[in-house]
């Protein structure tokens, strides 16, 4: 398998993300619970999308350290 994905801003290839859990403020209401993936090298942030485990509501209870 050959990675052709590389970090826009340092270059390198992307062999390794880093996903971390931030906070995705919505408007005011409710947060929500997000990954965001950033390059092990430099830190740049390349993706961010809502965590799929989060649940809609607010935290359930379940707080999972990641
Ligand atoms: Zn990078």
Redesign the pocket.
């Known amino acids: 398998m050959t990675h052709q994905g590389?970090?826009?801003?340092?270059?390198?290839r992307?062999l390794h993300v880093r996903i971390e859990t931030i906070v995705g403020q919505n408007n005011g209401n409710d947060d929500v619970r997000c990954l965001s993936y950033?390059?092990?090298?430099?830190?740049?942030v390349?993706h961010v999308q809502l965590d799929p485990r989060a649940k809609p509501r607010r935290r359930s209870g379940i707080e999972r350290a990641v």
């Open positions: 590389e970090c826009p801003k340092c270059g390198k992307l950033s390059c092990i090298h430099c830190n740049a390349l």
